[in-house]
């Protein structure tokens, strides 16, 4: 059973940093997907980036680039989020996702089967 435990959240005050953490376990999949998506009160779920581990690269969505770097530590498994200069609007609740093969197309999160609990992120002003 795929299990992914996300830590590192907190309260940050805006134009400060967070290093986000995902530990992955239970991976039976020769080649995957594994990403982190966030998901701000009231609003739907946003994915953030994507590392691939067919090609070893990593994907973020055009509207986010900049501020938000992923780093994939293949022998434990673990991804993390670096956020830089983080702003108000950053407040939400992270998840991390897994899916077999590769990253999807746009970073779909309807294509993750698997996700852990998530993280909260609070920037304040």
């Known amino acids: 059973e795929v299990q992914l435990v996300e830590s590192g959240g907190g309260l940050v005050q805006a134009g400060g940093s967070l290093r986000l953490s995902c530990v992955a376990s239970?991976?039976?999949?020769?080649?995957?997907?594994i990403g982190w998506f966030r998901q701000a009160p009231g609003k739907e779920r946003e994915s953030v980036a994507c590392f691939g581990s067919m090609d070893g690269k990593f994907y973020y969505p055009d509207s986010l680039k900049g501020r938000f770097t992923i780093s994939y530590d293949e022998v434990n498994y673990t991804i993390y989020l670096q956020i830089n200069h983080l702003k108000p609007e950053d407040t939400g609740v992270y998840y991390c996702?897994?899916?077999?093969?590769?990253?999807?197309?746009?970073?779909?999160?309807?294509?993750?089967?698997?996700w852990g609990r998530g993280t909260q992120v609070t920037v304040s002003s």
């Open positions: 996702a897994n899916r077999s093969k590769w990253c999807p197309m746009n970073i779909a999160s309807m294509w993750f089967g698997f």
């Open positions: 239970g991976f039976t999949f020769d080649f995957y997907g």
